[in-house]
């Protein structure tokens, strides 16, 4: 099924420097959404997004959602060890009102 | 307030069998939603539950069928299994009254097909 580009892959970072990841897509959505998931555990929901150029915090995270509706952008600054994770984007397009679309994921690792 | 709990938490069948996974949505969600992880992939949509009818289908064939009961618990039926089914199965639930799509997830089932 169609998946997001989502990228880097995986991150090795160093405790305290700030983290960008990114999510593109060729089709237009309405909304964007991140996910953090942890091993063994479902998807958390950190960022919704509704309106292209929108920017929104949740605490050391910030995302946009793009101008062209068609990308969507996550930082997280001074991470911190447990930062760790794999940061899922997902879409919801116009034509599929009920589902969500999901990039591969980023995995984020901090160096010891 | 517990959160969404699915049931069971492992499971191994053999190929051709019937499964039967069960979700409880977190306490005042209306809406379930059932995803198929690969290993190392993102979540695929499955189907949406809201007012005990399948909502929206995503493309997964006649094989993968659900039910939402009226206390909106809800079952992913997925008969004559195959090897590509296995995967980590995640139910997540939501409230219509603001929004369906901040889906709260559970820890899901990993079903493994032999």
């Known amino acids: 099924g169609q998946q997001l580009n989502q990228s880097p892959q995986s991150m090795f970072i160093q405790e305290g420097e700030d983290v960008s990841m990114n999510c593109t897509s060729s089709s237009i959505f309405n909304t964007w959404l991140w996910y953090k998931q942890e091993p063994g555990e479902g998807p958390v929901l950190l960022i919704a997004?509704?309106?292209a150029g929108e920017l929104t915090s949740n605490g050391r995270l910030t995302a946009q959602f793009g101008i062209t509706r068609k990308d969507s952008f996550l930082n997280i600054s001074a991470s911190i060890p447990s930062d760790v994770g794999i940061y899922f984007c997902a879409g919801q397009r116009g034509d599929s009102n009920y589902q969500l679309i999901w990039g591969a994921g980023t995995k984020l690792i901090i160096k010891p | 307030d517990a959160g969404v709990t699915q049931s069971p938490t492992h499971l191994i069948k053999t190929r051709g069998q019937q499964v039967t996974l069960r979700c409880s949505p977190k306490s005042g969600h209306d809406t379930v939603s059932w995803y198929q992880q690969a290993l190392g992939q993102g979540p695929q949509f499955i189907f949406q539950?809201?007012?005990?009818?399948?909502?929206q289908r995503g493309n997964f064939p006649d094989r993968f069928s659900g039910h939402q009961f009226p206390n909106y618990s809800s079952e992913l039926n997925v008969n004559a299994l195959l090897l590509g089914d296995s995967a980590l199965y995640l139910c997540?639930?939501?409230?219509?009254?603001?929004?369906?799509?901040?889906?709260?997830f559970g820890s899901g089932t990993q079903l493994s097909v032999l």
């Open positions: 997540a639930s939501s409230w219509a009254g603001t929004g369906w799509e901040k889906l709260f």
């Open positions: 997004l509704y309106k």
């Open positions: 539950y809201y007012e005990e009818e399948e909502r």
